[in-house]
Nanobody, 119 residues
Framework: QVQLVESGGGLVQAGGSLRLSCAAS????????MGWFRQAPEKEREFVGS????????AYADSVKGRFTISRDNAKKTMWLQMNSLKPEDTAVYYC????????????WGQGTQVTVSS
């Protein structure tokens, strides 16, 4: 069984930065991708970005490209989301998730961490 725990959320002013962490436990060697998602009040959950657990390649949503950076440390079983130039529209609960095959859905999720960006 895999557990994912996010941390690092908080309140920040527009233009500021935050770094979220996602600590994994369990069978992380079987990860294919890990991803970050977010959900704002009364909105659908949306993809933020992902990292290939094996080669470190990343992908981002257009809305965060150039501002957010995902990294991971396989030995520490941890993924990070560095968020710079934050905007009020980045306010959401941020979740990390894992999937185990290219065509699979994200099957394991963390509990989420709140990010609030004030204008």
């Amino acid at each position: 069984q895999v557990q994912l725990v996010e941390s690092g959320g908080g309140l920040v002013q527009a233009g500021g930065s935050l770094r979220l962490s996602c600590a994994a436990s369990g069978r992380t060697f079987s990860f294919w991708h890990m991803g970050w998602f977010r959900q704002a009040p009364e909105k659908e959950r949306e993809f933020v970005g992902s990292v290939n657990w094996r080669d470190g390649s990343t992908a981002y949503a257009d809305s965060v490209k150039g501002r957010f950076t995902i990294s991971r440390d396989n030995a520490k079983k941890t993924m990070w989301l560095q968020m710079n130039s934050l905007k009020p529209e980045d306010t959401a609960v941020y979740y990390c998730a894992a999937k185990y095959a290219p065509s699979a859905a994200y099957g394991d999720w963390g509990q989420g961490t709140q990010v609030t960006v004030s204008s």
